[in-house]
């Protein structure tokens, strides 16, 4: 079992910034590839960024690459993302994922936080 929290999300001007955190307990968190997502109103679930379980990887899709960045702390059991020059189309609830066997944009995620809502104002 993997317990996510969100924290960070709230609303922004375009062209700002924001950072996004996702605090885990439950198991060691070294041992899991993290993912954000976001879902924005009568859209799908997509996948924006993943890491490694050490960090040294990272994947991004093409709309947020040179925008975000994520990044994780094993010590703090925290993964971020760093969010920059937002857009209104990033408005979206963002969420939290682990993987028990990958890390990459196309791997399964197993565990899910309960998300937390950005909103980019024009």
């Known amino acids: 079992q993997v317990q996510l929290v969100e924290s960070g999300g709230r609303l922004v001007q375009a062209g700002g910034s924001l950072r996004l955190s996702c605090a885990g307990s439950g198991r060691a968190f070294s041992n899991l590839g993290m993912g954000w997502f976001r879902q924005a109103p009568g859209k799908d679930r997509s996948i924006v960024a993943s890491?490694?379980?050490?960090?040294?990887?990272?994947y991004y899709v093409d709309s947020v690459k040179g925008r975000f960045t994520i990044s994780r702390d094993n010590a703090e059991n925290t993964v971020y993302l760093q969010m920059n020059s937002l857009k209104p189309e990033d408005t979206a609830v963002y969420y939290c994922?682990?993987?028990?066997?990958?890390?990459?944009?196309?791997?399964?995620?197993?565990?899910w936080g309960q998300g937390t809502q950005v909103t980019v104002s024009s």
């Open positions: 890491i490694s379980p050490s960090g040294a990887m990272t």
């Open positions: 994922a682990a993987s028990l066997n990958g890390f990459g944009l196309r791997s399964t995620y197993n565990y």
